[in-house]
């Protein structure tokens, strides 16, 4: 297994690693990417980590989710012990393969129900003692399976990992009666998942809408129709990451949920009046 750093984004030669750390000393890692989904579980100590410019303490029983092509960077003292996750999802599925972004597993039948209720803005999540043991015990054997070629242990090692991935999922996830409601809650909810593809639906289900009712209702509510609110952050996503990051526009309009070039140039022109290099230019 190989691991290397080229223009501050980190590769892998496998689509599957698990890897176990002890920190001796200080640790810092710079700003980086990855072209891969890396998981990151806490045994002991403690550490910062920044994802998206998001800031994170981690503790024992903590895990980072972050997502392909997110910034991170961290600091961990000494005496941290943690154990990092590296996942491609056509490990898991052949379908997926050549998709970069890890909540695409939610399209599969093994994680389906929780297409519509998992927070992809919810990457830090806390397991309690009890859910430690499990969570532990799982990479245990993800770890002894990875490590021998015995007959079956690649089958035990993809059953284990959707077991443990089942429980991440069903942490990032509104519990299953609670019904989201049209309020400032939404309106954050809609701003934190702007780069996810969001539609009128989709958060219409979460509330328990039709989605013809709830078009009006978030209108009345918001001032403005569910489609322009969404643009409008996506492009306030985009100005920010522009303005604070040194990130390509490819990989911006990908995080503000853009998959056509011309789409979103023609959308960011008309909110900002430049392009987006212009506008980077501009404000730098």
């Not at 997110?70 to 050549?98: C, M, Q, R, W």
């Not at 978030?218 to 569910?226: D, L, V």
């Amino acid at each position: 297994m190989a691991i290397t750093l080229f223009n501050e984004k980190y590769y892998v030669d496998e689509d599957f690693v698990i890897k176990r750390n002890k920190i001796t000393t200080l640790k810092e890692e710079n700003s980086h990417t990855h072209d891969f989904v890396e998981l990151i579980y806490v045994y002991k100590g403690r550490s910062t980590h920044i994802a998206d410019n998001k800031k994170y303490t981690m503790n024992k029983g903590d895990l980072l989710f972050v997502n392909y092509s997110s910034t991170h960077s961290f600091v961990s003292e000494a005496g941290v012990e943690y154990v990092n996750i590296i996942i491609k999802p056509d490990y898991i599925s052949e379908s997926l393969s050549g998709i970069e972004n890890a909540f695409a597993l939610l399209t599969l039948s093994n994680f389906i129900e929780f297409s519509k209720i998992v927070n992809t803005a919810k990457c830090h999540m806390h397991f309690n003692d009890d859910e430690q043991i499990t969570v532990e015990k799982l990479i245990e054997l993800m770890e002894k399976e990875k490590d021998h070629s015995d007959a079956g242990s690649e089958v035990i090692l993809r059953s284990t990992l959707d077991v443990f991935l089942t429980l991440v999922f069903r942490k990032m996830s509104l519990p299953l009666n609670e019904k989201m409601y049209l309020n400032s809650e939404l309106l954050e909810y809609i701003k934190n998942n702007c780069g996810e593809m969001l539609t009128l639906k989709k958060i219409s289900s979460m509330c328990y809408y039709n989605s013809s009712y709830f078009s009006r209702a978030f209108k009345n509510f918001c001032g403005r129709s569910f489609v322009a609110y969404l643009t409008w952050c996506r492009m306030e996503r985009a100005c920010d990451l522009l303005i604070n990051t040194e990130l390509k526009v490819e990989l911006i309009m990908e995080k503000c949920g853009f998959t056509n070039r011309t789409a979103f140039f023609k959308k960011f022109y008309n909110y900002t009046g430049l392009s987006p290099l212009q506008y980077r230019k501009c404000k730098k």
